[in-house]
């Protein structure tokens, strides 16, 4: 999971990086914003959520599935 959102934050990157050559203000901004975005959307992703995720996420075994031949009872 963490090798696509790599990739895409490479990519869209990189095509934001291109517009900082443009001669239009607005090809700047729209650099600045998609830049900006991506960068900001790959830290929370790889190190805010994970980590949020690992303080308050779920414990002791909540959200697991089990198996469906296990929750039969016994007779």
């Known amino acids: 999971m963490g090798i696509s959102i790599l990739s895409g934050c490479c990519t ?3 095509s934001g990086a291109f517009l ?3 001669q239009l203000v607005t ?3 729209f650099a ?3 830049t900006s975005t991506v960068t900001i959307s790959f830290v929370v ?3 805010l959520f994970g980590s949020i995720m690992h303080a308050i996420g779920p414990q002791n075994g909540f959200g697991d599935f089990k198996c469906p031949s296990k929750l ?4």
Do not use: D, E, L
């Open 12 to 14: 869209t990157f990189g």
């Open 20 to 22: 900082f050559g443009g």
């Open 27 to 29: 090809f700047y901004k």
């Open 32 to 34: 600045v914003m998609i």
């Open 45 to 47: 992703a790889m190190f």
């Open 72 to 75: 039969k009872k016994k007779q």
